[in-house]
Every structure is written in C-alpha cells, then in structure tokens.
C-alpha cells in the first residue's frame, strides 16, 4: 500500500509496464485510487521509447517535444 500524500502535495508519477493488459488496467486503477499518477506501458520497448513529458506543457510544445524525441 503507498501512503496517501497530502491534496496539496503534487502527484507522484509512476510508469507502470506489465504485458497483462487486465492486470495492468486494474493495477492502474489501484496506484491512481491511492492519489498516484500512472502511465502504463504495455512491452519493455512501448515503456524504453514512450516520451514521459509533464502534463503541463501546452498541445503545441508537447507536439514539438514529441518530434524532437521519436526515433
């Protein structure tokens, strides 16, 4: 079980890889329902070239940061 972090306290971010998409959808829903912030990778590969970017970053800056950074 992960302690709860206060409201105000920024979400911690975790990459969840797990080539069960069942197990991985639930396992999401239970990491997020103790206040975490979950991306999930379904294969090594997916969870090695997915682009982790914060959230904040405006459509036009992610788009851009996305092009800098495929392979």
Do not use: F, I, N, Q
């Amino acid at each position: 079980m992960v302690p709860r972090m206060p409201d105000s306290a920024e979400k911690l971010r975790v990459l969840l890889v797990e080539d069960d998409r069942d197990l991985a959808d639930v396992t999401k829903m239970g990491l997020e329902m103790e206040g975490l912030d979950v991306s999930v990778a379904y294969d090594g590969r997916e969870a090695l070239v997915k682009p982790v970017y914060p959230k904040e970053l405006g459509a036009s800056t992610r788009k851009a940061w996305r092009r800098a950074h495929d392979r």
